[in-house]
């Protein structure tokens, strides 16, 4: 997958968002709210983290390439019907390359 996938999926879902509830799937969790949204990223957290510890026993990835997969495309709706562009979160994963993770997480705690 690249940058452009991304992009690709942050059109659809931006094209969806006053489309009929009955036209398609993402159209139906914005018709019924940031409330059904949130619970489908917890849902999908949840999957993917089960997905992994099986993973790690059975050594078949499968699972946790495809919850992953939702995963990041429910959190990309999240961010969508919060009106927040899936660039912005490009920029800050771009902005911590180069930042140790101790150092960027004691900058948070900080301010």
Do not use: C
């Amino acid at each position: 997958m690249t940058a452009h996938t991304l992009e690709r999926i942050a059109e659809v879902l931006e094209a969806r968002k006053n489309a009929a509830p009955e036209s398609s799937y993402v159209a139906s969790l914005y018709h019924k709210g940031l409330n059904k949204i949130l619970e489908k990223v917890g849902e999908e957290a949840v999957e993917t983290i089960l997905a992994a510890k099986d993973a790690q026993y059975s050594q078949d990835m499968t699972e946790v390439i495809y919850e992953t997969a939702d995963l990041w495309f429910h959190s990309m709706l999240m961010l969508s019907a919060l009106n927040i562009p899936a660039q912005q979160v490009f920029d800050e994963l771009e902005r911590r390359f180069g930042l140790s993770g101790h150092a960027e997480k004691a900058a948070r705690t900080e301010s």
